[in-house]
């Protein structure tokens, strides 16, 4: 698969199957955050991975996932992820503008794992403090979100915008998840207006 193929077959991922996740990957999957561009070149963050499957077990209940679809959309029990990365930021290094950074990691870390066929669901819907408390986190360091990860047990479907960019569960609980078409948010040379029933194609 090229590099092109593997960003427009990335989907986010919420039922997992239970096979650990290599300390090798995870490492490399890290790597690719830690080297993903950064403003200034201050890089804040650094990632707690957890992968013991008790600390996995206590940080489950403090993520919130499928805000259409939940519960139905939830990890169900023994499709839960085996693995996290919590992206942290140094606040003592940057304490406004880190977004950025966060935003460039995570599509890094979220790519180099699909790269080996390992799904992910990039959460920011997340109990800060008790996560903060529960992996004994500085108090100059913020909990930005949590990274899940596992091998894949769903296969999510691109559909086409149809007016809402609701989510939804079919009967046989296959997740589709409706994209707006490139020409609906395309311009060239400048901003081109476009009919109200054209920007919603």
């Not at 108090?139 to 559909?159: F, K, M, Q, T």
């Amino acid at each position: 698969m090229n590099f092109y193929d593997l960003i427009i077959s990335r989907r986010t991922i919420r039922q997992f199957r239970p096979e650990p996740l290599s300390r090798e990957q995870l490492e490399r999957i890290v790597n690719a955050g830690r080297l993903a561009p950064s403003a200034g070149n201050q890089q804040p963050l650094e990632f707690i991975v957890v992968d013991e499957p008790r600390l996995c077990h206590s940080l489950f209940p403090h993520l919130r996932w499928a805000a259409y679809i939940s519960p139905r959309g939830n990890p169900r029990p023994g499709q839960e992820p085996v693995a996290y990365i919590i992206t942290l930021v140094n606040l003592s290094l940057r304490s406004q503008g880190y977004e950025y950074d966060v935003g460039a990691a995570m599509e890094n870390m979220i790519l180099a794992a699909w790269a080996e066929g390992i799904g992910s669901c990039w959460l920011i819907s997340i109990n800060r403090e008790k996560i903060a408390s529960l992996l004994e986190i500085p108090e100059n360091y913020r909990v930005d979100c949590v990274l899940a990860l596992g091998y894949p047990a769903e296969s999510p479907i691109v559909e086409k915008f149809q007016g809402s960019i609701r989510y939804w569960l079919d009967d046989e609980g296959r997740l589709h998840v409706p994209k707006r078409p490139l020409e609906s948010v395309i311009h060239f040379n400048r901003f081109t207006h476009r009919p109200p029933s054209a920007q919603q194609l």
